[in-house]
């Protein structure tokens, strides 16, 4: 029998026994046609290989990461994966969508142009992530926009719905009567939610709406609760520990989680790599390989429906991995639809794409230089000290906390220069209405100098961080003349910055372009303070709206979770 590729003398990875076999595997036609453990079989191959005694395992499957939090856009950044072994994602794309909307998704689509790596998306459901009430986007998904989404064959699910303690007590939100509408005409949709700290009732509420996967960073008896009521978990890596992993295997779980990236910086991703990050850190957490591969391959793509990869059998997609030393997950060969996209021995260089996205997301910073007595905040009253919330970071977590003390009032503004604390401030981007919040800061986070940044989970709007004012004016000034960033300040002397002219939020450079950027620009961070397991990732989703607990937007400072905005000078 004649065949397109025959791969010869291979430990397979059988994902039904969750055992490796010895044996050849044919494929045709970008499918797996047969796994011959006998080997007994002779056929007529156009290729061959010998795989020389190595594992043959299922592509890696990310079915909750952004494309955005690398900064690449879809095309450089597919091209890097296929070495970390991933063959499918399941991208979702708010972070584009809250600058450009539903053109910001159908531009993401578009710019895949020839990738191999199979794309799918989740369609945003909170853009904004809370409501206009609290921050300011530069676009808004409603229901009719959701809905004409899941028109594309593309989109196999909703994405994150942030705006947790809102959908459990007003069932008139666009996103609530988007889930019914789901459920009745795409049953096949996985929903997935995003609900740190919810427990008891309101989860069992959230669940109700049909809300059931989770990929969020969680105490220990979160995670218990959400597997305990059924809910499909989805670990990343800031997630694992071995008490968790002994939990799992104590209740013999793997059929109910999956491992996921979330989100994935440049460097790392240059350095380090992708979702074969993650799935290490879970086996030196405990779990054995075996289960590790499953969770990363057959449940991913059982979750999101994807019932034709994940599993080496046949008929099945030929999306597979060849690894010489299975402890260190150490690829050799990666191969989508049964051709090789990634040898170590020659690793394709990359060949930039021909896509440009519409003039328009070149232009998308609409803020005017500022001078610097915008950073003047004045104080009403005649006192010479005032108590000011602060919001606190803490190394470790993405979460902050909330802290009260006093600051001295100088000529009747807020005398934070001469405070221990820094100055935070969020300027509205999209043209929209010219918002600035304030906020202050301190803990884990830069001590000298200023940051400022249109990478600005998730509204992505302009925001700022320093301890003085020359420093904050000359960084913002720069970003605006980037159209879009980060940079970082020094006695008015640039440190780093990473330029991200595509919305704002995206470079069309390759990893290893932008990876040395990046990694220059948390060098320089820690130069200033920043103390932090992820320094750019904890600046940027300071200004996030659903991360507890104390956070900022151009409308000021949000108390997350009563969800409403608080004053910055306590009266």
Not at 248 to 271: C, G, Q, R, S, W
């Given at each position: 029998m004649k065949v397109d590729l025959l791969v010869k003398n291979v430990k397979v990875f059988n994902s039904y026994l969750k055992k490796f076999k010895d044996g050849n595997v044919a494929i045709l036609n970008n499918k797996f046609l047969y796994i011959d453990n006998n080997k007994n079989i002779e056929f007529e191959a156009s290729s061959t290989i010998d795989g020389k005694n190595q594992y043959m395992i299922p592509g890696f499957i990310d079915i909750h990461m952004h494309i955005e939090s690398s900064m690449m856009t879809p095309a450089p950044f597919c091209h890097h994966l296929s070495k970390n072994g991933v063959t499918t994602i399941v991208a979702e794309p708010h972070e584009i969508a809250n600058v450009f909307g539903k053109k910001g998704i159908e531009a993401m689509i578009a710019a895949e142009n020839s990738i191999n790596t199979s794309i799918f998306y989740g369609i945003p459901s909170s853009v904004p992530s809370t409501s206009p009430d609290l921050e300011t986007t530069g676009a808004i998904l409603d229901f009719e926009e959701m809905k004409n989404l899941t028109s594309n064959p593309k989109v196999i699910c909703i994405g994150e719905i942030m705006n947790y303690r809102k959908v459990i007590v007003d069932n008139s939100l666009d996103i609530c009567k988007f889930i019914e509408y789901v459920k009745k005409n795409k049953p096949q949709y996985a929903i997935e939610g995003h609900c740190p700290k919810l427990l008891d009732l309101d989860l069992a509420k959230f669940l109700y709406l049909g809300i059931n996967g989770d990929h969020t960073e969680h105490t220990f008896e979160e995670?218990?609760?959400?597997?305990?009521?059924?809910?499909?978990?989805?670990?990343?890596?800031?997630?694992?520990?071995?008490?968790?992993?002994?939990?799992?295997?104590?209740?013999?779980?793997?059929?109910?989680?999956?491992?996921?990236?979330?989100?994935?910086?440049?460097?790392?991703?240059?350095?380090?790599?992708?979702?074969?990050v993650v799935i290490k850190k879970a086996i030196q957490a405990g779990i054995n390989i075996e289960n590790a591969i499953y969770c990363a391959t057959f449940t991913p793509a059982r979750r999101m429906n994807l019932h034709d990869r994940g599993v080496i059998a046949p008929g099945k997609k030929a999306d597979f991995l060849l690894i010489d030393n299975l402890k260190n997950l150490h690829i050799t060969q990666t191969f989508i639809d049964g051709k090789e996209v990634y040898n170590i021995n020659s690793e394709a260089k990359y060949i930039p794409t021909d896509y440009k996205f519409p003039e328009e997301f070149y232009q998308s910073v609409r803020v005017e230089k500022i001078n610097e007595d915008i950073f003047q905040i004045p104080v009403n009253n005649k006192e010479n000290e005032v108590n000011c919330r602060i919001i606190k970071v803490i190394d470790g977590s993405t979460r902050t906390t909330e802290i009260i003390e006093k600051l001295n009032v100088k000529n009747g503004y807020l005398d934070w220069e001469n405070s221990p604390y820094m100055l935070i401030a969020v300027f509205e981007r999209h043209g929209k209405n010219g918002n600035i919040g304030f906020g202050l800061v301190t803990g884990d986070c830069i001590k000298n100098g200023a940051i400022a940044t249109t990478y600005a989970h998730d509204h992505h709007n302009l925001m700022v961080i320093g301890k003085n004012i020359k420093d904050m004016t000359k960084t913002i000034n720069r970003i605006i003349e980037l159209q879009g960033g980060i940079c970082c300040v020094e006695n008015e002397e640039i440190l780093a910055e990473v330029p991200l002219p595509v919305a704002g939020i995206l470079s069309e450079k390759t990893v290893q372009e932008l990876g040395k950027e990046v990694e220059i620009l948390r060098e320089k961070m820690s130069q200033l303070g920043y103390k932090h397991y992820n320094p750019i990732m904890s600046l940027c989703t300071l200004s996030l709206p659903v991360s507890p607990a104390l956070k900022i937007t151009d409308k000021g400072l949000i108390d997350v979770n009563q969800g409403k905005i608080v004053n910055l000078i306590i009266d």
């Open positions: 995670f218990v609760q959400r597997f305990e009521n059924g809910m499909f978990m989805e670990l990343q890596a800031k997630s694992i520990s071995s008490e968790l992993i002994n939990y799992i295997k104590e209740n013999n779980l793997y059929e109910h989680f999956a491992f996921v990236t979330d989100d994935t910086m440049p460097d790392t991703f240059l350095h380090k790599g992708h979702l074969n």
